[in-house]
């Protein structure tokens, strides 16, 4: 039993990081900026660097616990989760903010100043030099998205990704007066089929009558189908039944046919009918018109008999006493 529920929690957990797997795969990292006096202030009214992150699909993630970084050295495979860690910035959970609704973003200040808050990572973002931005999942060991900011990024410009009508993604560098943070850059266009349910159908109405119209249409036929064979089973048992009273009737009659034959044909007196083979037609003509069989009896009686030799003896015996 004891084993059973380990499995059990095992089963469990495998599920429930499958999902968190899948949901943070979902995230996307959407536009970066370096650098100038039109960007977004952070608490202390400064103009800094920052990193918007992207939920691309119709359902809601959450970003607490996973790990933003600007060091390369979290590529090197010989790391272990620990030594990764280390060279990574948090996002702390329990914010609301970092629970990114559908087509939700979010913005982290680059300042350095984890002491302002939740969207505060704990590296800065380098104007003129190419600056690499990696999110990575809690465990600190899976990357779910990277970005190389170019070098020429110039003062007031953004990186940012744009989506098309196909939902394939690309990169570019936008002007001061196209940056956009919190915003979704064609984001919205990014639909597969399921996400389009997603939109027109939230709370899954649509899905349930259409699976419930699957699921009836299925029994419908089988029932259909089952039915046909059912009547298709009985006509054929129905035409079995028929052809069996003739051909029992063909025996009757033929079995009769001897005993009626020798009933009127005069034997008593004719010599040249056998009288043997008479007898015989006789019989069989009763054993098939009455089913007749031998019934043995299940009790077995023994009578005892005396020999000649014990009434000898008997007799002997007597004659002695005389």
Not at 6 to 20: D, E, H, P, Q, R
Not at 109 to 120: C, Q, V
Not at 153 to 159: A, H, I, N, P
Not at 161 to 178: C, I, L, Q
Request: charged share 20%.
């Amino acid at each position: 039993m004891r084993i059973n529920r380990i499995i059990g929690s095992l089963l469990l957990f495998v599920i429930a990081t499958v999902g968190y797997g899948q949901g943070l795969a979902n995230l996307k990292l959407s536009e970066v900026f370096v650098s100038g006096s039109t960007s977004l202030q952070n608490e202390d009214g400064e103009h800094v660097a920052w990193v918007e992150i992207a939920n691309v699909s119709w359902s809601s993630t959450n970003i607490g616990g996973c790990y933003l970084t600007n060091d390369r050295a979290v590529l090197d495979k010989s790391l272990s989760s620990p030594q990764r860690i280390a060279l990574m910035s948090q996002i702390p959970n329990g914010d609301e903010r970092t629970n990114l609704a559908p087509k939700g973003q979010v913005v982290f200040f680059t300042d350095s100043a984890k002491n302002l808050g939740t969207l505060h990572v704990k590296f800065k973002l380098t104007p003129g030099q190419e600056n690499f931005i990696a999110l990575y999942e809690a465990n600190g060991n899976k990357l779910i998205d990277s970005v190389t900011v170019p070098a020429t990024l110039s003062e007031g410009q953004s990186y940012a990704r744009f989506w098309d009508n196909d939902g394939k993604s690309s990169w570019r560098t936008v002007d001061s007066s196209e940056v956009t943070p919190n915003a979704n850059n064609g984001l919205e266009s990014k639909m597969d089929k399921s996400s389009e349910w997603k939109e027109k159908d939230p709370h899954g109405i649509a899905m349930t009558i259409l699976s419930m119209g699957i699921v009836m249409t299925g029994l419908l036929l089988l029932f259909i189908f089952f039915l046909l064979f059912g009547r298709l089973f009985r006509m054929l048992a129905k035409k079995s039944k028929e052809k069996e009273p003739e051909v029992a009737r063909g025996v009757a009659t033929a079995a009769v046919a001897p005993a009626k034959m020798v009933n009127e044909t005069p034997v008593a007196n004719n010599p040249e009918v056998d009288q043997n083979a008479v007898v015989a037609a006789i019989a069989m003509a009763l054993f098939e018109e009455f089913d007749a069989h031998d019934e043995e009896r299940s009790a077995i009686t023994i009578i005892p008999m005396a020999s000649n030799w014990v009434q000898r003896g008997v007799e002997m015996a007597k004659r002695s006493l005389h």
